[in-house]
């Protein structure tokens, strides 16, 4: 299985950037699409962009133009920079992946970090 550890959170006044890194581990063959998702109190987790393997990239209408997903593949590493952050943007940041244990086995997405708290104040 694949362990996900996030980080680079922190608390920022409206307007500030923060990257987040989310970092994978184990044993795998290969790791194709990775998401992000966040998760404000009280709230459902809800995906924040998404990034293929062949870099192709979607993102929350809330985002566009603020956040830009990217990928590592040699480092097996997510990142997400964030910029022009905004109050409502406050929540806990989890990355998950599709993956495969073997190159016959079927696409797993089972695994979550412990996410990461983001704080925007206004």
């Known amino acids: 299985q694949v362990q996900l550890v996030e980080s680079g959170g922190g608390s920022v006044q409206s307007g500030g950037s923060l990257r987040l890194s989310c970092a994978a581990s184990g044993s795998f063959f290969i790791i194709s699409e990775m998401r992000w998702y966040r998760q404000a109190p009280g709230k459902e987790r809800d995906l924040v962009a998404c990034?293929?393997?062949?870099?192709?990239?979607l993102y929350v209408d809330s985002v566009k133009g603020r956040f830009i997903i990217s990928r590592d593949d040699a480092k097996n590493t997510m990142y997400l920079q964030m910029n022009a952050l905004k109050p409502e943007d406050t929540a806990v940041y989890y990355c998950?992946?599709?993956?495969?244990?073997?190159?016959?086995?079927?696409?797993?997405?089972?695994?979550w970090g412990q996410g990461t708290q983001v704080t925007v104040s206004s």
């Open positions: 998950n992946v599709d993956y495969k244990l073997n190159s016959w086995s079927d696409l797993r997405s089972d695994s």
């Open positions: 990034i293929a393997r062949a870099g192709g990239t």
